[in-house]
């Protein structure tokens, strides 16, 4: 009978991050000359895992989880919810106008640009309905004469 396993060598999938506790050590293995498949041995952590550490503590000298690149979303998922849930009751809404909506349900202060950024994410898209019939400028020469003729005409 198998017993549910707390080691992070054992376990499938993907795993929570390793402790400094437990990073330290990989380290100390390294600076010791000890290969990778040794230190993964000794200290029952997956290779991939030990080579990270590695990788990650040459350049910055540190251990320790830096923080993500890029810059925090504006909008939460609240937020997305309540944007798309007020496009799809009325359509025709400007931006400006979802964007007072957005402020005075949430307390989201975002510009009518940012609006129209999460709306295109989602799929809605603003276009201009195309001019119909296309007339091609031979056909508004003939069709001129022919209006005229008819300017008159009365049911």
Do not use: Y
């Not at 990270?52 to 937020?79: D, N, V």
């Not at 898209?125 to 003939?142: D, L, Q």
């Amino acid at each position: 009978m198998q017993t549910a396993s707390t080691n992070i060598g054992e376990r499938m999938g993907r795993s929570q991050e390793l402790s400094d506790s437990k990073r330290g050590p990989v380290i100390g293995g390294h600076l010791c000359n000890k290969s990778i498949r040794d230190i993964s041995w000794l200290l029952n952590i997956p290779r991939s895992t030990v080579s990270g550490i590695i990788t990650k503590w040459k350049p910055l000298g540190t251990t320790a989880t830096q923080p993500p690149s890029g810059r925090p979303r504006h909008m939460t998922g609240r937020g997305q919810r309540m944007l798309k849930r007020t496009v799809r009751r009325s359509h025709q809404l400007s931006a400006e106008s979802i964007a007072k909506d957005l402020q005075t349900w949430c307390g989201l202060q975002m510009s009518p640009t940012t609006v129209r950024r999460e709306l295109h994410g989602m799929g809605f898209h603003g276009r201009a309905a195309a001019s119909k019939p296309s007339i091609t400028k031979c056909n508004a020469k003939r069709r001129m004469p022919w209006c005229k003729a008819r300017r008159h005409w009365t049911l």
